[in-house]
C-alpha cells in the first residue's frame, strides 16, 4: 500500500544554518504531495503542497520539490530561525482521498 | 474566523469504558475526517464524513464509530477502549468541492489517556 518514510529526528541545528529533511514516498501513479507542520501546543498546518511531478512547493522560505524519478518530496530552507522549531510531516494523498503521513521529524534550532 | 475545534482537549478513561469527542469545523467546511496520532508517529487516518454519512474509512475497528450533524459537526466514538486507543485524536475539515485533497485544517486535537 502507499505509504511515506521521512528521516528520523530529532535535528537539532543552530540559528542560520540549512535544513533539509528527507522524505520518499511509495504509491500506484502520481499522488499530491504535502509538508505539514505542527508547532508546539498548535494543530497541524500545511505548509507547502505540489500536485504533480516536477512541480516545487513553497512557503515562509521552505521549498519542496516533487521528483518522481526519485519518488522523493524533501523538504529544504535555507537559513533556519528559532521559530521554525516543530513537528515536520510529509504526507501523500491516498487512494480514498484521505492523507498519509510519515511519522515525523522534530527540528530544534538553537539561537 | 474560528478554525476547527474539538472537546475536550484532555480525558483519562478506563479500559472497557466508552468515550465521545467532538469537533466543530472551520466555518464553510463542509467535509469532517478523523485522526489518530500515537505518541511518535504520524496521523491515521480513522474516517470521513460528509453530508451526515461516512464516505471512507481507514483500517480501523468496528469500535471505532463516528456520526456528523446537520451543522457539519462530527462526533467521534470508541467503544470497549483498549490501552493501545491512548493517543491524540485530530479532527480535521476541508470543502469537498476544494482539489487536491490534503487541504486540510486541523484541530489542535483530543488527548486519550486509557488506564
Known amino acids: 500500500g502507499d505509504s511515506v518514510t521521512q528521516m528520523e529526528g530529532p535535528v537539532t541545528l543552530s540559528e542560520e544554518a540549512f535544513l533539509t529533511i528527507n522524505c520518499t514516498y511509495t504509491a500506484t501513479g502520481y499522488p499530491s504531495l504535502f509538508w505539514y507542520v505542527q508547532y508546539p501546543g498548535e494543530g497541524l498546518q500545511l505548509l507547502l503542497k505540489?500536485?504533480?511531478?516536477?512541480d516545487k512547493g513553497s512557503n515562509k522560505g521552505f521549498e519542496a520539490t516533487y521528483r518522481k524519478e526519485t519518488t522523493s518530496f524533501h523538504l529544504e530552507k535555507g537559513s533556519v530561525q528559532v521559530s521554525d522549531s516543530a513537528v515536520y510531516f510529509c504526507a501523500l494523498e491516498g487512494s480514498q482521498g484521505n492523507l498519509i503521513f510519515g511519522k515525523g521529524t522534530k527540528l530544534s534550532v538553537k539561537p | 474566523d474560528a478554525g476547527v475545534t474539538q472537546s475536550p482537549t484532555h480525558l483519562i478513561k478506563t479500559r472497557g469504558q466508552q468515550v465521545t469527542l467532538r469537533c466543530s469545523p472551520k466555518?464553510?467546511?463542509?467535509?469532517v475526517s478523523w485522526y489518530q496520532q500515537a505518541l511518535g508517529q504520524g496521523p491515521q487516518f480513522i474516517f470521513q464524513y460528509y453530508e451526515e454519512e461516512e464516505r471512507q474509512r481507514g483500517n480501523f475497528p468496528d469500535r471505532f464509530s463516528g456520526h456528523q450533524f446537520p451543522n457539519y459537526s462530527s462526533e467521534l466514538n470508541v467503544n470497549a477502549l483498549l490501552l493501545g486507543d491512548s493517543a491524540l485524536y485530530l479532527c480535521a475539515s476541508s470543502l469537498v468541492a476544494a482539489r487536491p485533497t490534503g487541504e486540510l485544517f486541523f484541530g489542535e486535537g483530543s488527548r486519550l489517556t486509557v488506564l
Open positions: 505540489a500536485t504533480k511531478a516536477d
Open positions: 466555518s464553510g467546511h463542509d467535509t
